[in-house]
C-alpha cells in the first residue's frame, strides 16, 4: 500500500447498518468519505478531520468511532452503525424534545454518541458523561440540552436503549 | 408579555426543522455529491507578510487530474464589502498565513489537494505588523501601500494614507474636555485581546456553474445570498439577474458567513474550467485562518463621575484588529462606536474608533458584532469606578441606565418603543443571581465562590435600506407556503416567521410549510441574516404578506357568502362572518379561487405578498457620528457566579443568567436557545479561546486539538434566562431582534466575577487559570 501511496483501489464490503454493501474505494479513502460519497449516508459529518470534533461519530463493533480518523479498508469485517441506522433510538427522539438541536451539524454524532454511552454505561455517573461527550463539540446549544437529554435516559430511564450491535449480514 | 389572547405567539412551539435534523437526512452543502462535480482546493500564503516574487506552476500541471491553475494575476482586482482592499487572490504581496495565492481545479479532491503541494511559490519577506497597537505607532510597517486608493463600497468607512488605520470613526457629543475636568472621580483603564474564531461545525463551501447561457450557478452556506450577487455584480461585471444563488440550511455561521470569500474564488474556478460545477469547501485549518475570523480588540476608557455616582463624561478610544483586510471589521468599529458607551446616559462622550490593518488573518462580523467586546471594556470600568466610590455596581448602573428620552452616543433620540426597560433587567437578573446573598463568598478552605454582573445594548446596525420580502402561497388543502429569504443557521428563524404566520392567520403551525432551502430567484430580496434583524425585518414582512392574503380570503368569501369583507374573520381554517361564526366557508375550498356548481369560477389562488424596509436611518456624519444608525436597541444583563479555587485559580461556572428586554419573545423556547448558546459562546471565549501568533505572524493553533473551546461539563452547572418583555410598536407582534444578545455581556460578567475572586483587576482575554497566574506574577498594572 505504501507504494503505491495510497491510491491502489479495491473493491470492499462494509457492514453498514444491517445491510452488507460494496464499495470501490481507494486504499486512502476514510471511512468518513467512503459512508458519505459512496454510500450516500451523509449524517456522519465532515468537520475537523482531525478527531477533535465528534461530528462524524458512527458505531463499529458498537464502539463510538471518529470515521475520519479510519480507513474504510480497515473496518471490512465490522458492522458499523450511522446516524441513519438509529432513527428508532429514543436518544433521537430526546434530543428533539429537550430541544437540544440548533443548527444540527453536530447532532447526528452527538446522538450516535450518546446512544452508544447510554448503551455501555446504562448508569453512567456525571464524570463517565463528561468524559465521553467531551470528544463531540456543539457550537450553539451550551451543552445544558444535551445534558438534559442525557439525564433524561439514564438509570431507571433507560430500559428502551437496546445494543445497537447488528453483527454481520447481508 | 404574551398576549394571552394569542393563538400561537409566546408559545414554545416545537422547531420545524428539529425531526429532520434529529436523522441526519438533512442535506447541508457539503452533503452534495454528483459525478463530474469538479473540486477546487486552494494554495495558501505559508508568510504573514511578504513580496510574491514568483508563482511556479510547472510541477502542479503535471500531477494527475489537474484541469486548471487559477494565479492571482490573472485577477488583480481588490473586493470588499465595505472598502474593496482585499484581492481575491494574492498578488504582488501576501499579507497573512494562510491568505490564498492560487487555485487548483482537478478532478478529485485529493488529486487538487496534491497538486496545491506542488506549486512553488518565492517569497522576499517584510516586516511583520504583529498587533493593533503596533499597526498604530507612527513608522510601523504598512499592510497595505495606499488604503486610501481603494473604492469605497459604503459610505461611512475612512482610510487613512501612509498609515495602518483602514477606518476611523468618532463620536463627539457634548464637550468631553470640559466634563472630565469638572469630574469630582474619575478612572482610566485599558483592555486587550487577541483575534479568535467562529468556529461553526460546518466549515464554509461553496460551488458554482457558469451554464451555456450565461447563468451563474451558485451554491454556498451562506447568510448573505444577495451579497454574493451583489460583489459577482460588481467585481466581475456579471448581470445581477443572471446570477442565482441557492442556500441551503446552514451548519452554523454566528457572522462567520456573513462576508462573501469563497463564492468569487469558486466563481473564478469554473469559469477556468469552462464553467463546468465546482466544489471550494474549506477544511479546518482554512476556515480557521484563510476564511476570516473575529477581531482582536484594544480599548481604553475614561470615565468621569460626580461623587454621587452619575457619569458625566466618558471617552473610549478602540483598536480593532481587522488583520489584513477591513472586510467587516471597518463595519464593527462603525458600530463599536456608535454603542460605545454601553446602555447608560453620559452627556458628554467621546470615541476613537480605529479599524487597525495588522498581518493576522482578516476579522469579519462575530455575532455581537464587536458589542461583546466593548462591554467587556465599559463593564469592566463600571465595576472598578463603582468600586472607587464605594456604590454597590448594581446601584451605579440603575443609577446611570439609559432611559427613553435620553440619546445615544450618535444622538439617536430613545423612546419608550426603540429601547427595553434596563433597570427591570437589572432587578430581575439580581433576584435570579441571588445578589442579596452576598456577592462573594468564602465556600471552602481555598475556595471563593463570586457573582459578577454586566448590563448591555445593541442596536441593529443595518445598511439605511435593509429590507426583506415574503411571499405566501396557498394550497389546495388550505395550508399555505411561506417563501422568504431568511436563513436558518440554528437560530430558529424558519420556526419563528411560521409563527409570526400562523398566529395572522389563526391556523395550525402544522398548516404552516415554510420553505427551508433559500433561493434568490424564487424569494423576495432580503439584506441579509445577520444583525439579528430577521426578526423584525422579515417578520413584518410576513405580517404584511398575511394582511394581503386575509384580504383576498375575505374578497372570494365575500362573494361566496353574499356579505361584505369587512363582515368577515379569518380563523382556524376558515373565512366565517364576525357575529355567527358558524355561517363560512374554508380556506381549503377558496385556495385556489371558489367554482360555482355551475362550474364558473373567480379570484383564482391566494397569493400574498409582503415587504418591509427600514424606516429613517441614516449614515453618521464623519466628524460627529450624529445619525441613526438602528431601528431599536435590545438591552440586557447577564450574571454569573463562579467557584474560584484560590491555590491554582482554576475555577468552575456554577450559574449563568441572562435577562434580555427584547420586546414580546415569539417562542420562549428557541428564544432560551439563544440566550443559553449565546453564554455558552461568549464564556468559551472569555475563558479558553484565541489565536496564537508566533513572533512572524504564523497562527499556532488553527486547529479544535489545540484551539480550546468549552466542552461538554465545563458550561455553567445552570442557566437561568428570563425575558422582559416591553414591547416594540412597530416591530411584529411587539418583538425587537434577540440572535446575538445572549453573547454580549457574558466576558465582562465572567471578568468582573474572577477580579473579584481574585482580588485582581483582570482586564485581558482569555481568563485562564494560566492567565490569572501570570496577571499576579506581573503584579500590579
Known amino acids: 500500500m505504501n507504494r503505491h501511496n495510497g491510491t491502489s483501489k479495491a473493491f470492499i464490503h462494509l457492514h453498514v447498518n444491517g445491510e452488507t454493501k460494496e464499495v470501490g474505494v481507494r486504499n486512502a479513502d476514510t471511512l468518513l468519505s467512503t459512508l458519505r460519497e459512496k454510500l450516500g449516508l451523509t449524517g456522519a459529518k465532515r468537520s475537523c478531520e482531525n478527531g477533535d470534533c465528534g461530528a462524524c461519530t458512527v458505531l463499529v463493533n458498537g464502539e463510538p468511532s471518529h ?54 454505561h446504562p448508569d453512567a455517573n456525571e464524570e463517565i458523561v463528561e468524559e465521553w461527550l467531551q470528544s463531540n463539540i456543539c457550537r450553539c446549544t451550551g451543552y445544558q440540552e ?25 | 408579555m404574551a398576549n394571552t389572547s394569542w393563538y400561537t405567539v409566546g408559545k414554545p412551539e416545537q422547531r420545524i426543522d428539529a425531526v429532520e435534523k434529529s436523522t441526519g437526512k438533512v442535506r447541508y452543502i457539503g452533503d452534495y455529491s454528483a459525478p463530474g462535480l469538479m473540486h477546487a482546493k486552494l494554495v495558501k500564503s505559508t508568510q504573514a507578510h511578504a513580496k510574491i516574487i514568483s508563482v511556479d506552476t510547472t510541477e502542479a500541471w503535471k500531477m494527475p487530474g489537474v484541469r486548471a491553475i487559477i494565479t492571482g494575476e490573472m485577477f488583480p482586482y481588490h473586493i470588499g464589502p465595505i472598502l474593496a482592499d482585499r484581492p481575491p487572490l494574492a498578488f504582488e504581496k501576501v499579507r497573512y498565513y494562510g491568505e490564498p495565492v492560487a487555485i487548483i481545479v482537478a478532478d478529485h479532491e485529493y488529486q487538487a489537494k496534491r497538486a496545491t503541494e506542488k506549486v512553488k511559490v518565492e517569497y522576499e519577506p517584510l516586516p511583520i505588523v504583529n498587533s493593533a497597537q503596533q499597526a498604530f505607532q507612527k513608522n510601523a510597517p504598512l499592510v497595505h501601500e495606499n488604503a486610501a486608493q481603494y473604492t469605497k463600497i459604503i459610505s461611512d468607512v475612512y482610510p487613512k494614507a501612509s498609515t495602518n488605520i483602514g477606518s476611523h470613526i468618532k463620536i463627539r457629543k457634548g464637550d468631553f474636555d470640559v466634563a472630565w475636568a469638572n469630574s469630582e472621580e474619575t478612572i482610566t483603564a485599558t483592555y486587550s485581546f487577541n483575534l479568535s474564531d467562529h468556529v461553526a461545525m460546518e466549515t464554509r463551501s461553496t460551488r458554482v456553474e457558469i451554464n451555456p447561457a450565461g447563468k451563474v450557478i451558485v451554491h454556498s452556506c451562506s447568510q448573505s445570498p444577495f451579497t454574493i450577487k451583489k460583489v459577482l455584480n460588481q467585481f466581475f461585471n456579471i448581470d445581477v439577474g443572471n446570477i442565482l444563488v441557492h442556500i441551503p440550511m446552514v451548519g452554523g455561521a454566528f457572522g462567520g458567513k456573513g462576508t462573501v470569500q469563497l463564492e468569487p474564488l469558486a466563481y473564478l474556478a469554473s469559469k477556468a474550467v469552462g464553467g463546468k460545477l465546482v466544489k471550494l469547501e474549506f477544511d479546518r485549518e482554512e476556515d480557521m485562518t484563510t476564511a476570516p475570523c473575529r477581531i482582536g480588540f484594544d480599548a481604553t476608557v475614561q470615565l468621569g463621575v460626580t461623587k454621587e455616582g452619575k457619569l458625566v463624561a466618558g471617552k473610549y478610544t478602540y483598536l480593532i484588529d481587522s488583520g489584513a483586510y477591513t472586510d467587516q471589521a471597518a463595519g464593527i468599529t462603525r458600530a463599536a462606536a456608535l454603542d460605545c458607551t454601553g446602555p447608560y446616559n453620559i452627556p458628554n462622550v467621546w470615541c476613537d474608533s480605529y479599524c487597525m490593518y495588522t498581518n493576522h488573518p482578516f476579522a469579519t462580523s462575530f455575532r455581537g458584532y464587536g458589542h461583546p467586546e466593548l462591554t467587556f471594556a465599559v463593564e469592566r470600568t463600571m465595576d472598578q469606578l463603582a468600586e472607587k466610590l464605594q456604590i454597590d455596581p448594581l446601584q451605579f448602573r440603575i443609577i446611570n441606565g439609559i432611559k427613553p428620552g435620553d440619546t445615544t452616543p450618535t444622538q439617536a433620540v430613545l423612546t419608550a418603543n426603540n429601547i427595553g426597560d434596563l433597570e427591570k433587567c437589572i432587578n430581575r437578573a439580581k433576584e435570579l443571581i441571588k445578589w442579596d446573598e452576598g456577592q462573594c463568598i468564602k465556600s471552602g478552605k481555598n475556595k471563593v465562590r ?13 445598511a439605511t435600506n ?16 411561506l417563501n422568504c429569504a431568511a436563513i436558518e443557521l440554528g437560530q430558529g428563524t424558519k420556526t419563528i416567521l411560521g409563527q409570526i404566520l400562523a398566529e395572522k392567520l389563526g391556523m395550525d403551525m402544522n398548516k404552516i410549510h415554510v420553505t427551508m432551502e433559500v433561493n434568490t430567484q424564487y424569494d423576495p430580496h432580503q439584506w441579509r441574516t445577520v444583525a439579528s434583524s430577521t426578526t423584525f425585518l422579515a417578520g413584518r ?17 365575500a362573494v361566496v357568502l353574499q356579505c361584505s369583507p369587512d363582515d368577515l ?17 374554508d380556506i381549503k375550498d377558496i385556495a385556489l379561487g371558489y367554482t360555482y356548481p355551475s362550474g364558473h369560477s373567480i379570484e383564482g389562488q391566494i397569493v400574498g405578498i409582503g415587504k418591509h424596509i427600514q424606516r429613517h436611518l441614516t449614515p453618521m456624519d464623519q466628524q460627529t ?12 444583563v447577564q450574571a454569573v457566579e463562579i467557584e474560584l479555587d484560590t491555590r491554582d485559580f482554576t475555577y468552575s461556572i456554577l450559574t449563568g443568567v441572562t435577562v434580555l428586554d427584547g420586546g414580546t419573545i415569539i417562542n420562549p423556547m428557541t428564544a432560551t436557545q439563544q440566550m443559553r448558546g449565546g453564554m455558552y459562546m461568549g464564556l468559551s471565549y472569555a475563558t479558553s479561546e484565541k489565536f496564537v501568533f508566533d513572533e512572524h505572524g504564523i497562527v499556532k493553533n488553527s486547529n479544535l486539538r489545540e484551539y480550546p473551546m468549552l466542552r461538554y461539563g465545563e458550561q455553567p452547572t445552570e442557566y437561568l434566562v428570563d425575558f422582559i418583555e ?21 466576558p465582562a460578567c465572567l471578568a468582573n466575577s474572577l477580579s473579584i475572586a481574585t482580588g485582581m483587576e483582570l482586564n485581558k482575554l482569555p481568563l485562564t487559570p494560566e492567565s490569572i497566574w501570570q496577571r499576579k506574577v506581573e503584579g500590579t498594572i
Open chain 2, 569 to 585: 374573520e379569518v380563523g382556524g381554517g376558515r373565512v366565517y362572518i364576525k357575529p355567527d361564526p358558524t355561517f363560512g366557508v
Open chain 2, 466 to 481: 435593509a429590507q426583506a420580502g415574503a411571499i405566501i402561497i396557498f394550497e389546495a388543502d388550505g395550508s399555505v407556503n
Open chain 1, 67 to 120: 470515521s475520519c480518523l479510519s480507513l474504510a479498508v480497515e473496518v471490512v469485517n465490522l458492522p458499523i452503525t450511522t446516524i441513519e441506522g438509529l432513527l428508532d433510538s429514543p436518544v433521537r427522539e430526546a434530543f428533539v424534545d429537550k430541544w437540544a438541536i440548533q443548527c444540527g451539524f453536530c447532532t447526528p454524532g452527538f446522538i450516535v454518541n450518546c446512544h452508544a454511552l447510554l448503551t455501555n
Open chain 2, 450 to 462: 463570586t457573582k459578577g454582573i454586566s448590563t448591555f445594548w445593541k442596536t441593529s446596525t443595518t
Open chain 2, 625 to 636: 457620528g450624529f445619525g441613526k444608525p438602528g431601528p431599536w436597541w435590545s438591552v440586557g
Open chain 2, 541 to 557: 414582512a410576513v405580517v404584511f404578506a398575511a394582511d394581503h392574503a386575509i384580504a383576498q380570503l375575505k374578497k372570494t368569501a
Open chain 2, 726 to 746: 416591553s414591547p416594540a410598536i412597530d416591530g411584529p407582534f411587539g418583538a425587537r431582534g434577540i440572535g446575538e444578545y445572549g453573547v454580549i455581556g457574558a
Open chain 1, 146 to 170: 444535551i445534558k438534559e437529554v442525557i439525564h433524561s435516559l439514564l438509570g431507571s430511564n433507560n430500559h428502551s436503549i437496546k445494543k445497537t450491535h447488528p453483527g454481520l449480514s447481508k
